[in-house]
């Protein structure tokens, strides 16, 4: 299924999901917009979407990255017990 852990429309570019990822570096998860490659550290910081998340893209995840496509290729997708081990399957929008 596409977009299985959506929890939004990006409030920056207006023209993707954010949907829950993991990083497979980390192992952490993040909210991530799938068209404009913004991320969040967490639910609240998604939904404060009066500060532009896209400055702070790089600066939440715990590693360094060259280009939107090396970052894009660090990310997984999570399983459904990681999403609820951290309480965000809450969010996940239900079709």
């Known amino acids: 299924m596409m977009?299985?852990?959506?929890?939004?429309?990006c409030p920056f570019c207006d023209q993707?999901?954010?949907?829950?990822?993991?990083?497979q570096m980390t192992e952490e998860l993040l909210l991530?917009?799938?068209?404009?490659?913004t991320n969040w550290k967490t639910y609240d910081d998604f939904k404060k979407d009066d500060i532009p998340a896209y400055f702070r893209q790089y600066e939440e995840?715990?590693?360094?990255?060259d280009?939107?496509?090396?970052f894009s290729f660090n990310i997984i997708k999570p399983t459904?017990?990681?999403?609820i081990n951290i309480g965000w399957d809450k969010y996940?929008?239900?079709d």
């Not at 977009?3 to 429309?9: A, H, I, R, S």
């Not at 993707?16 to 990083?23: F, L, M």
């Not at 995840?61 to 990255?65: G, K, P, R, S």
């Open 67 to 70: 280009c939107e496509a090396e």
């Open 92 to 94: 996940i929008f239900k």
């Open 32 to 37: 991530y917009c799938n068209e404009c490659n």
């Open 3 to 9: 977009y299985e852990f959506k929890v939004g429309w």
């Open 80 to 83: 459904y017990q990681e999403i």
């Open 61 to 65: 995840v715990e590693f360094e990255v």
């Open 16 to 23: 993707g999901w954010v949907e829950i990822v993991k990083n």
